[in-house]
């Protein structure tokens, strides 16, 4: 299995900034992945962060609202940019490696957007 | 597409009762199916998963088999905890697909 690890663990930030999101390995992985889960809600796929190459994000979410880079096979960062009050959410990372079918998942960053 | 459907919530229960959430899906090909829980103020947990039609998963006392022919994968326990309270989200992987498909989450309390 992986250990993954999280920074910041929360934040409160104010509108229109942003926010850096550190994702860290403890093992290489093949996948990589960021998800969003709003208060009382399920999880939500931003993205696939790809190493060395562009992330493949998925229907509604964009580039340049959140950046994503992985630049090596343990580690990936999210930003989320100019905040919004609805950006308030908890943001999590998984990762998974040759077998698929199994995926681990950090312990989120929960961020309040004021 | 792929889509997971779960039994809503809250589900509120006494201590040592039995315990059913059921969850159904919608899938490309065979997928392969789990169950994650979320205890408060933290990350999703993998709880049990199955990879293949009529394969039971099961961790600390929960159960779940994988039935093709209802398409579901329904989560049971047999006498629950109050440590037991928590969300629980069914999962499935599907086709060429590496990310998870998340069902709404069922909110547990378990009453002492």
């Known amino acids: 299995s992986a250990v993954i690890s999280q920074k910041p663990s929360r934040d409160i930030c104010q509108r229109g900034t942003s926010l850096t999101i550190q994702c860290q390995v403890d093992s290489q992985v093949t996948m990589m992945f960021w998800y969003r889960q709003q208060p009382g809600q399920s999880l939500t796929l931003i993205a696939t962060?790809?190493?060395?190459?562009?992330?493949?994000?998925e229907s509604g979410f964009v580039i340049d609202k959140f950046p994503i880079s992985r630049p090596n096979l343990t580690f990936s960062t999210l930003t989320v940019s100019n905040m919004s009050p609805e950006d308030s959410s908890i943001y999590l990372c998984s990762a998974s490696g040759q077998n698929y079918n199994e995926q681990f998942f950090g312990p989120g960053t929960r961020l309040t957007v004021l | 597409g792929n889509s997971v459907t779960q039994m809503e919530g809250p589900v509120t229960l006494s201590e040592e009762a039995f315990l059913t959430i059921n969850c159904t899906y919608t899938?490309?090909?065979?997928?392969?199916l789990f169950w994650y829980v979320q205890y408060p103020g933290e990350g999703l947990q993998l709880l049990l998963k199955a990879t293949k039609a009529d394969d039971k998963g099961s961790n600390k006392g929960f159960e779940a088999t994988y039935r093709k022919e209802t398409t579901s994968f329904h989560l049971e326990k047999g006498s629950v905890q109050v440590s037991d309270s928590a969300v629980y989200f069914c999962?499935?992987?599907?086709?060429?697909?590496?990310?998870?498909?998340f069902g709404s989450g069922t909110q547990l309390t378990v009453l002492p």
């Open positions: 899938a490309t090909g065979y997928p392969s």
């Open positions: 962060a790809n190493q060395g190459s562009e992330a493949t994000y």
């Open positions: 999962a499935l992987i599907s086709g060429s697909a590496r990310q998870l498909t």
